[in-house]
């Protein structure tokens, strides 16, 4: 976390404050993409990419863009118009990606889960039995509700895409293991990079449907629909710069990839494993939520078997809204989220402990305190 004390405290799920390591490699002086160093550098951004998912062969594309882009390669290089895709629903961001996959051609179907909840595994089942689809997609951690699904290979025809933008390096994802087809995620969340790069992670199986070595869409019927986010593009520099020699298709952005490397350094590298990282944020996580219900806020995950370790989504106290409790936190400098689910909007908030190493939550339970007990008093 930067030590500038200049700027509020940022606890929302993302873009989350950066460690002064990462400020400091984003501000590398400005050298070649197709230079010997930078390729050494992103290859091993790629390979510790693969690592952290725990996958041996999986194919990381590191692209510029938002964690957004992450949908439209899916969409574009994985499903052809008037294929089926079936998109389990636990939050905002599942509509998106739903939305995305139409603008592409697919016909898609949504399984809902009720607010708060994981879509139920009989209900998939159902769907999956009734009809042949070619993605199923699930958002692992959904931002508006802080649940986290269950994420394992559904059948032996269907590609698994998880959108993984807020779970990546602060929830544990075992993607060989769990037969997960594609991973798609960002770098300013549980990354700890700023903003501006799309990361998606391809199973060997996935890759294949769209670029087969030489034989370019070799399984496909029509062409790939996106230019930039096009895996016929992007595998070749993929494939070369883990090989440590530059390859060109788009400038990638230079400064962003020396600032991911150093995160993942950190995250890969450090004194703490993956396995306590993962077991630290699940400590912070249950901190954060017993002290808030301590004081009348309610959790919206409906069961802590679905609770999310990266973040907290919170109702605020019967008779209170965001208008009575974000204004105030933001005046003692600690920014929070305003609930994204439109149905329950301005009833809930979400906190972020996506850094479990982070020593200001103290500061975050405080401002949170203080700013309900401000509230209790002006409604008096």
């Known amino acids: 976390m930067s030590t500038d004390s200049k700027f509020a405290q940022t606890a929302i799920p993302g873009p989350i404050e ?34 952290l998912l725990y996958s041996e062969d999986a194919q990381p594309f590191l692209i510029a863009g938002s964690g957004t882009l992450g ?39 949504q399984i809902k889960a009720e607010i708060g909840g994981a879509v139920k595994e ?19 951690v959904d931002t508006s509700t802080a649940i986290a699904n ?49 990361i998606v992670v391809a199973s060997q199986k996935a890759v294949s449907y769209s670029y ?67 077991k630290l944020h699940k400590e912070v996580s249950r901190r954060v939520k017993k002290a808030a219900e301590e004081i009348g806020f309610k959790g919206v995950p409906l069961s802590e078997d679905v609770q999310a370790n990266g973040m907290s989504a919170l109702y605020f106290p019967d008779g209170f809204t965001a208008s009575d409790i974000v204004p105030r936190l933001l005046k003692k400098d600690v920014v929070v989220a305003g609930g994204l689910h439109a149905s329950i909007k301005g009833q809930h908030m979400g906190v972020s402990v996506v850094d479990p190493s982070r020593g200001d939550i103290d500061k975050v339970i405080s401002a949170v305190k203080e700013s309900l007990a401000e509230a209790k008093v002006s409604k008096q």
């Open 18 to 51: 950066v460690t002064d390591e990462v400020l400091f490699a984003n501000a590398h002086p400005s050298m070649s993409h197709m230079s010997p160093d930078f390729a050494r550098v992103f290859g091993d951004c790629i390979r510790m990419t693969r690592q």
């Open 71 to 109: 949908w439209d390669q899916v969409s574009a290089n994985l499903v052809e118009p008037g294929e089926n895709a079936l998109v389990l629903h636990s939050g905002y961001f599942a509509d998106s990606f739903a939305d995305c996959l139409q603008t592409y051609g697919a016909n898609v179907d």
């Open 122 to 140: 009989a209900d998939i089942e159902s769907a999956l039995q009734a009809k042949k689809y070619k993605v199923v997609t699930v958002t692992h």
């Open 150 to 198: 269950v994420v394992k290979r559904v059948s032996p025809d269907t590609l698994v895409v998880v959108d993984a933008v807020c779970s990546v390096a602060s929830e544990e994802i075992q993607m060989d293991a769990w037969g997960i087809d594609v991973v798609l995620t960002a770098s300013q969340k549980g990354l700890g990079t700023p903003p501006g790069l799309s």
């Open 212 to 278: 087969k070595l030489l034989k370019v869409f070799e399984n496909r019927s029509t062409p790939v629909t996106t230019y930039y986010g096009s895996w016929k593009k992007w595998l070749p520099v993929m494939k070369a710069y883990e090989n440590n020699s530059a390859a060109y298709f788009a400038t990638p952005p230079v400064n962003l990839i020396y600032a991911f490397h150093a995160s993942l350094t950190q995250i890969m590298q450090g004194s703490v494993s993956l396995e306590q990282r993962f």
